[in-house]
């Protein structure tokens, strides 16, 4: 459908005195975030580098969208009960758990299971999975770095101790290509991916409809959705093994996902966060999904989102395995000449930009390299 883009509301309005335009602007969002991030984490690290449980667990915040998921059978009222619960989480932990997704137990356990046994063959084998490119396919233990972007950690080089495999959605012809599309495994996650689809529009009806609340104006219900055009999700599932000489080590090191929305489902706890200045374990109760916000969402809210600052702890078993699906990774190794040039902030009447206008797969792109280890910044 037709978008109207970008409804660039922070530029300055008509009439309005502008002295210090742009005075606060973040001319390099790739930049700002690690720092961000890594001055948020040293705060939460000094208080205590080991994550507590929540005082009692039904304290985490668990949003029900059913109602948005069937806008038909539910009151105005009942959906913006939901939106203002989405905005108070949004706008502090930045992250909640749903209920309501409509999501079978069945097919996730068809995809535990199919990941176990995915995992449980050699390397060599597993390997024979691999694109080449490590957003699709299989990816082995220790390839990834997510600390190289944030240095956050020590040593600072620490490779990411999970292994993956990833699918895009659409599917595109690397997916195709990969061995592993005649493996079950690969079907469980087709058909996983093909069911999020309803969930992520409903999460991004929300959020349009938050955003809407919260700046005082318009949007269309759907904008949030429609405005990210042609960008892929990426379904990751990964598993975390015991890497001998890093059993003490934090699985994944603390950073924030650089796109939209992550929709994120795992069959064991071992997910922290910060919340409040502190590090706090996830819940993560069967049949719950974790939402959590990505630096794009900060970006095009004016930093009214709060991108959610999480790792993988170092206590999380050994075959713990979860499927973080990233609703807009972007087309990450497309033409640059054909980019997406995404949206500038959304922003109040009066409200000063503070970030450039930005696309997840433009934001994207400056991480992906140094997270693969095929640059050195
Ligand atoms: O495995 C998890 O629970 C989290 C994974 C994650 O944060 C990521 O892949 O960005
Ligand atoms: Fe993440």
Redesign the pocket.
Known sequence: GYVQKPISLCSSQEGMAAPEKNATMISEPHKYFPTQIKHIVDVADAISPDAIGLPDDQSYPVIDISQWLNPSMSSDKERENVVNQVLEEATTGGSFNIIGHGIDDALFDRLYTAARSFFSMSLEQKMGFSSGDNLIGYVANRNES?ASIHKSGSPQKQKDL?ETFSMSYPPNNIDGNVRGHTHEFHNAMAEYIEQLQSVEKAIKQIFTAALSAAKGIDLPATYLKDVEEDATGLL?A?R?PSTPGFEDATK?LP?S?FGTI?I?A?SEE??EEIRDGRWYKVPMRKGELHVSVGEVYTMWSNGLFKNNI?R?SKEAKKDRI?F?YFTSQGKLSSNESVMDDGISPICSNGEEPRFPRVSPESHGMHYISVLTGKANE
């Open positions: 997510v999970r990751r990964s975390y994944l950073h996902d992550t994120l795992s071992g997910l999480h993988v979860s973080p």
